[in-house]
């Protein structure tokens, strides 16, 4: 099945620090989500974006759906111990829901 | 309130054997979907169940994989033959349906960790 280029595949930051990750495909979509998955969890949803060009903030997270519909990014502000996980974007199409390979994300204090 | 709940939460079989693996989605919720998420990876669609729809089979990887959800409510995945390809871990997520206005959220459950030895 199709799945989305996301990158970075890893981060390691300080606390502290700003986190910026994309996702592209060559596919549009009619949505795009953020999600981030804990060990042993299933992924829990973060933002959803429902327009080209919409760019939505959820406390310290900052999405935005690109213009193009085939693109988006996550931006973490002022990372924090407890933002450490697997963050997947996802498109959405239909029914149909088509991952990205997931940044892992480790913050070191 | 209860969320989607999967069980085993943990499956070792040997190859050849058939497994099957239960979703219990969250009550009144009338979409379900199952996913494949291999180590390291995103995650793959299998199969997507709408109301008493017939279900979106696109997804499964081969005719050794089958899904059923009884009575709209509880589904079962179901592998025949076991492969090693098959370890995995798989997640069931529910959602209220289409037809709402704007994005159909979905709920993830933990997930059963498939090992085929």
């Known amino acids: 099945g199709q799945q989305l280029n996301q990158s970075p595949q890893s981060m390691f930051i300080q606390e502290g620090e700003d986190v910026s990750m994309n996702c592209t495909s060559s596919s549009i979509f009619n949505t795009w989500l953020w999600y981030k998955q804990d060990p042993g969890e299933g992924p829990v949803l973060l933002i959803a974006l429902y327009k080209a060009g919409e760019l939505t903030s959820n406390g310290r997270l900052t999405a935005q759906f690109g213009i193009t519909r085939k693109d988006s990014f996550l931006n973490i502000s002022a990372s924090i111990p407890s933002d450490v996980g697997i963050y997947f974007c996802a498109g959405q199409r239909g029914n149909q829901f088509y991952f990205g390979t997931g940044t892992s994300l480790t913050v070191i204090p | 309130g209860a969320g989607v709940s999967q069980s085993p939460s943990n499956k070792v079989t040997e190859k050849g054997k058939d497994v099957e693996l239960r979703c219990d989605p969250i009550?009144?919720?009338?979409?379900l979907y199952w996913y494949r998420q291999s180590l390291g990876q995103g995650l793959e669609f299998l199969i997507y169940?709408?109301?008493?729809?017939?279900?979106?089979k696109s997804g499964l990887p081969s005719d050794r994989f089958s899904a059923e959800r009884t009575g709209g409510s509880v589904s079962t995945l179901t592998i025949q033959r076991t492969q090693q390809e098959d370890s995995a871990v798989y997640l069931c997520?529910?959602?209220?349906?289409?037809?709402?206005?704007?994005?159909?959220?979905?709920?993830f459950g933990p997930g059963t960790r498939l090992t085929v030895t």
């Open positions: 997520a529910s959602s209220l349906g289409w037809g709402r206005v704007g994005y159909d959220e979905q709920y």
């Open positions: 169940f709408q109301g008493n729809s017939a279900p979106d």
């Open positions: 009550s009144g919720h009338t979409a």
